[in-house]
Structures are given as C-alpha cells and as structure tokens.
C-alpha cells in the first residue's frame, strides 16, 4: 500500500462474497444488512434482521450471494463518501460489518509484539526508556522467539532459563506458553467502521494502530468469514499495569472493523488468511509523517483455528457469535517527535490498514472524549428492528 486511498475492496470483488451493514434514512431509517454484488449493495435484512443472524444460517452464502434485496445503489460511492466523513446517497452510512457478536481480541500472538509487550512492561510505561531495554532484552534472550512453539518443551525450558535470570514476564506466559491471551476488545454494536474516527483515551501519550485480521464466527464455533480490525493500543497505560488493559483497549470508538466481511467460500479460505500480509500506512495530517509496516500473517505464533478453541469451547459459548482479532507483529519503533522517543500518534493521523483479498479500512485518530457518544446499543437496535417490522420470522 503506497497511499492511503488504496483499493478499499478486494482485489477480486467479482469473486469475493461480501457482507456487511449500512445505517438507511428515511421510512427504513436504521442499520441494514447487506451484500456487496457486482459492485452494488443489496438490503438483505429481511432475510437476515442481523449479521449475527444471517451467520446463524445454514444458507448462508445462497442468501449473501443470491437473495433478493432492494438495491442501495454503488458501494464505491458510499465508501468515497464515507473517507470525506460525509453521507453517501439518500443519507446512507457504512457502518463496522458486526452487530450482536461479543469482540474478542487475542494478544502476543506474534514474536515481535511480544518482544515489545515485554519492553512495555519493563518501561512501565515511559517511551524515553524503550530503546534501551530493547536492545538489552535482545541480547539476553538471545533466540528467535518466532522458533519457539507456544506451549513445546522448547518454550518451558526457555520460561525455566528466564525465570532463573528474573526476566520472566506475564507477556512471556501468554506469548509462549499453552494459554493464548484472548480478551474482551470492545462492546456488542459499539465498533466504528470504514472512514470513521478512531479514538485515543484522553490520557495517553504513548499509542499505535494495531493492524490486525478479525475473524467472523457464529454460535457453533465456526469461523465463516473475515475482515480488517484496528485495535488500537495505548502502550503507556497498559504498560503501568498488565491490570489496565481494559482502560487501554474498550473505550469510546477505540475498535475498527471493516469495511466488510467476506465470507469463506470456493475463492478464499482459511488457508488464503493464513497466508497474507496485511499492511499498514499512517499518514500524519499535521508534520507530514509516514509510517508504513506489515504484519504476515504466516509468522502467527498461534494457528487462527487453535485461537477460536481457545476462546470458544465447552469452557465459554457465545450464542451470538463472536469477532477475533488475531493479533500483529506490527509494533513501530521509527522516531516521531523526538529522538529515542519511538512512535505516537499525533490527532489527524490516517491509518489505512490494508490486504488485497479484504479491500482497505482507513480511519481518522481523534480522542475518545472528542468524538460522537456511542448511544445505540442493543435495545435500540431491536427497538428499531421492531418498528421497521423487521423481527418476524420468516
């Protein structure tokens, strides 16, 4: 990705089986489930009122691919609108692609992140401290961490050698050992989109974008499609206190997904996410910063089917399915504002995160506190599907 104006759908839409949401005015004023055919949205909702119902069925892509639907007009345009923070046709909104599903994240999943949760840690928060530890955990590790499978015997004697040293950390234990970290990221309908502001606590000075791909998975445990998520990381606030990490992570427009999810098919699979790159470019509206970086997913310390049994299983059900993000081994060190000082964002900042077979998500970072309250939850939902007579069976 050269410019954050890359290609915002699949390189092959005419292949690609997309699904997502839109907000509709006028008589049918509220969210709609849609389908991305021939570049055109197409209103499902009345054979499916939410994503995580259309999921739920066992036509599945029969529905997404071919039932009938008002046309909404072209989703290109709505998504040029939705980049200039304006509505597209008739009003219409895009909005993140879930709805009723709990937004799981996994951690640590990837050696370099881990290596810069650690310095996080041992920083306790200072980024004026980062570049000295890292160069110091380095050299005493002394391995590729990448070599290491999570839970092996070659990860419990890598624990017994750092323990012994008083280097082991609770980044150490989630990334290498037989626990994944899989947390809760945001609240159900509280996710932001494609064009969309992103938001920063108020408090936090030391911050990133974390690009990621989000797996879509329905009350069965079975993953039936993908998309791009953005879970942003306030590295000074978790990095006080591992305990923070609900205030870092779930706060007011701080999780992106988007723009759709396409769905598993003939023409992508889970093997087709196991080998992509998503890429990342932030582009600094106030100093001219570039930034670009990109997370293989072929690296993954964790396979995405062994993350999915982690989180759901006998142990935890999600009868309304559930997002994952998978996790990045993106974690910028490149100097911003001072020397030594690594990367922050500055408000403005685009981020595009980006991978041919899902198109591009690109939001705009603002503080949480500045942007638009997140007020229409779930009971608002069903109020409105209510009205729009929309919760009949069919």
């Known amino acids: 990705m050269t410019t954050i104006q890359a290609n915002p759908l699949p390189d092959d839409l005419d292949r690609a089986l997309l699904v997502g ?6 008589a049918n004023e509220g969210p709609a489930v849609v389908a991305v055919r021939g570049g055109r949205l197409v209103d499902i909702t009345r054979h499916a009122p939410t994503v995580a119902d259309l999921f739920e069925r066992s ?13 909404l007009g072209e989703v290109r345009a709505l998504m040029d609108a939705a980049l200039r923070g304006e509505a597209g046709a008739n009003g219409m909104r895009l909005l993140a692609p879930c709805d009723l599903q709990a937004i799981k994240a996994a951690g640590v999943t990837f050696a370099v992140s881990l290596l810069e949760r650690v310095i996080e840690e041992q920083a306790k928060g200072d980024p004026s401290r980062a570049e000295a530890l890292r160069a110091q955990l380095q050299a005493t590790i002394g391995t590729d961490l990448s070599d290491i499978v999570p839970g092996s015997e070659a990860a419990q004697r890598l624990k017994t050698e750092l323990s012994a ?6 980044y150490m ?25 992103i938001g920063l606590h108020p408090t936090s000075h030391w911050n ?8 879509a998975v329905n009350s069965r445990a079975e993953i039936v499609g993908a998309t791009l998520g953005n879970d942003v990381n306030l590295r000074d606030i978790e990095g006080r206190s591992a305990l923070l990490l609900g205030k870092a992570k ?6 992106a997904i988007g723009p759709f999810i396409r769905l598993f098919d003939d023409a992508y699979s889970l093997d087709t996410l196991r080998a992509c790159e998503v890429n990342m470019l932030i582009e600094g509206v106030d100093d001219g910063f570039i930034l670009e970086g990109s ?20 142990h935890h059900q999600y009868p309304d399915g559930f997002m994952l993000f998978l996790g990045t081994m993106f974690s910028p060190i490149k100097d ?7 990367f922050t964002h500055h408000l403005g900042d685009k981020v595009g995160i980006s991978t041919p077979s899902l198109g591009t998500l690109v939001n705009t970072v603002q503080r949480s506190d500045a942007i638009t309250p997140w007020t229409f939850g779930v009971r608002a939902l069903y109020a409105n599907l209510a009205r729009r007579g929309l919760l009949v069976q069919e």
């Open 21 to 26: 949401r839109v907000w509709r005015t006028g």
């Open 59 to 71: 036509d599945l892509l029969a529905i997404a691919g071919g039932a009938e639907g008002e046309d």
């Open 165 to 170: 040293r008083g280097l082991w950390s609770q």
């Open 173 to 197: 234990e989630v990334g290498i050992g037989p626990d994944a970290e899989v947390f809760t990221k945001s609240q159900p309908m509280s996710a932001v989109g494609h064009g969309a502001d």
């Open 208 to 215: 990133n974008p974390e690009p990621e791909i989000v797996l």
């Open 250 to 255: 779930d706060n007011n427009a701080s999780c």
């Open 295 to 314: 997370s293989r997913m072929r690296e993954i310390s964790r396979d995405p089917l062994d993350l999915v049994a982690q989180t759901c299983g006998a």
């Open 336 to 342: 911003r504002d001072a020397e030594g000082g690594g």
